[in-house]
């Protein structure tokens, strides 16, 4: 193909042939999908062995080297995630809502697909994996645009996946990667406005708000998150620390990982001491306002940027607040809206927190990293908006979809 | 203020305040903005006539001036709308799912509103009291921006909305017009990433096409109207006249009523023509393909432009297509996704036609101007999406909310 509206153009001509398809087809392409991925390993890893080695000369860092890397069990950890897709719930015809109207016309609301969904990501082959079948689960033809330093393992990974589909009577154009085009291909994805119906960035800040900023697709915005937890007067320590401790050191590189850490001054003294022990036993870097600073040695001075930072590591930033109010202000302006968490024994204070915090997830005395689809007992993880519009919180298969109104009738006209 | 985003900051600064408002505080805003419509008459009408003035004055079509005008009865109307809207039930605080996780946690997700709204729209002063009012009722913040010739009517309701929410002790920042820096104005509300949730242009198609192309902020598109009828083969007679007339002739200037008619060529010589006779005897005028001018006098030839427009008038589009497959092709090149119905006696096709279309609303034997939220028991009209993301369809008062998801524990970590 010569550009990349091209391809676009066939996964939308291809898009209601998949919308149409049933349950049993869909899941017979990723019975197949999954079957492949193995029996290809040697072709898949051969594949990726020159993103590898271009990675290596190119001095890629070595977080991001090992996120490209496909090993065969990798490859069979994605075999098993594709059959825990076969085994979740088909959302395409469910019925939202239903009625009949005094004028004896059949409304019915049901789950349709979006059409073509748009992924915009880095260079992690998994996630072509991933996005693909989930997007196909829910009806969905995909155009991926993965980052150019994976091109030749998502090259296989996709034809892999057109084998997959064709092979259970799909049409296999209904999954289209726009990599060989670099930028340009990211480009045509955010203008094709009617050919492609929602853009899902994944990846770091400074994709999504590229995405988020230059697309006219619309957009779901996921993943981002400057994570808070306060710690208020009358939390109880133990709880305190444990809660402190998991969000925080439990996955340092994930979006629901804590980041900031808010105690009130009452706290300071009481329950401060026993929760920044533990981090720094864990090994985390405490980067801390003054008066963190001046209640123990080993501190790092907080600067402005940190109450921005997303750290991805075992860094956190604490800051000792007067008030619940100073908290909610503190939150307001640095929050990213994913989640926040308040350790509390007061009623009054939890209650405030939760209805006061404008975030996806909001949480009383409870781990952030429990803000996640497969937690909340959703299957799959399509990744966790930050957005207010059509989805917020993790996504799952159902907020891959859209509705349609069926009205059925027997020659009625309005009066 | 000097410039629009300061008024912007000002709506998102009040809006949690509002978000918290109680159902009865919301309403008793409500109740005074609608005692105060006529109360003030004097006053708006006096401002209306300085707008019908200018209006004259530059020669603005005579069915834009009327949209324009605002009298007496009219502001009754107006009062009459939102005391609907004061007896729909608040979305704000509605449980949409809620769980308890294995492990205790208490997991719920309930709608919140979203924060501020954006409406850009043209120049009815109707829609600022309409949207102002809808907005409110579901705990949104509003920022206007409504045309230009009704500057001075919007002014004195702005001010009036305010006072409203003042007496009902909401702050009334909540409500913003950036009228008075045109253009400029509505760029800012574009540009207004974190500020504005969500811009809803409410308007003709290119005010519509404008924002969706130009906005940074997600956009709710609604409106647009390329509606299509198909009469198939086996069409009961009565039913086809019936349908077509009503859904052309009953109100042409909404976005719910007919443009386009195909006719099976089965049904071109038992069918259409009666269609055809009720349609010309209503006053239409017949933009017709090449079959439709052979088979009786006074069609005005059809062009390529016609089956891409909204006459928005007594003009309709007609076609004779070959097979249902060749009305579904038309439908999927020319339509906009808003409304399309079939009248079949046949069920395959009826199923085929509701399964394959890709619109908000499809229907069976039954009029188009039954897309209306209204009618479909909605209570208040904040518009029909014809996006898939978030709202498809009628849009009802939830349609104007995101939901927020509230975690409970007792010191639950992961594991």
């Not at 969000?247 to 808010?262: D, G, H, Y």
């Amino acid at each position: 193909m010569s550009s990349a509206i091209e391809l676009i153009k066939l996964a939308k001509s291809a898009a209601g042939s998949l919308a149409q398809a049933s349950t049993q087809q869909k899941n017979n392409a990723l019975e197949s999908i999954a079957r492949l991925l193995p029996e290809r390993a040697n072709e898949i890893i051969a594949a990726n062995q020159l993103d590898l080695q271009r990675a290596v000369s190119e001095g890629l860092a070595q977080g991001l080297q090992d996120r490209l890397k496909l090993d065969e069990k990798r490859l069979n950890a994605l075999a098993d995630a594709i059959r825990l897709v076969v085994g979740l719930p088909d959302p395409v015809g469910e019925l939202v809502r239903g009625f009949t109207l005094p004028n004896g016309l059949k409304v019915s609301e049901t789950r349709v697909p979006f059409g073509v969904i748009g992924a915009i990501y880095e260079a992690r082959p998994n996630v072509t994996i991933d996005i693909a079948s989930l997007a196909l689960k829910s009806g969905n033809a995909i155009v991926l645009r993965g980052g150019s330093a994976a091109e030749n393992t998502n090259r296989v990974l996709v034809r892999l996946l057109q084998d997959g589909l064709a092979s259970a009577a799909i049409d296999s154009n209904v999954v289209q990667t726009v990599d060989e085009f670099g930028r340009d291909g990211a480009n045509e994805m955010m203008n094709a406005l009617g050919l492609i119906d929602v853009l899902i960035p994944r990846g770091g800040p400074g994709l999504i708000q590229s995405v988020v900023q230059n697309s006219k697709v619309p957009v779901i915005q996921t993943g981002d998150g400057v994570v808070h937890l306060f710690i208020d007067e009358t939390a109880r320590v133990d709880w305190a620390v444990a809660i402190a401790l998991n969000s925080k050191v439990q996955r340092p590189s994930v979006c629901n990982a804590l980041e900031t850490l808010l105690v009130h001054e009452k706290a300071a003294a009481t329950v401060m001491p026993a929760i920044l022990d533990a981090l720094t036993q864990a090994g985390v870097t405490i980067h801390g306002d003054e008066k963190v600073a001046a209640s123990r040695s080993g501190v790092v001075p907080a600067e402005e940027a940190d109450w921005h930072t997303e750290h991805y590591s075992l860094d956190i930033s604490v800051k000792v607040v007067s008030s619940l109010d100073e908290a909610l202000e503190h939150i307001a302006k640095y929050s990213t809206h994913h989640t926040e968490s308040i350790v509390t024994e007061n009623l009054a204070n939890a209650e405030r927190f939760l209805a006061e915090v404008d975030s996806a997830v909001v949480m009383v005395n409870a781990s952030t990293r429990f803000t996640d689809g497969g937690e909340f007992g959703f299957g799959a993880e399509v990744g966790i908006s930050t957005q207010k519009l059509h989805a917020r919180g993790p996504m799952g298969l159902p907020e891959l979809t859209s509705t349609k109104w069926v009205v059925r009738g027997t020659g009625q006209v309005r009066a």
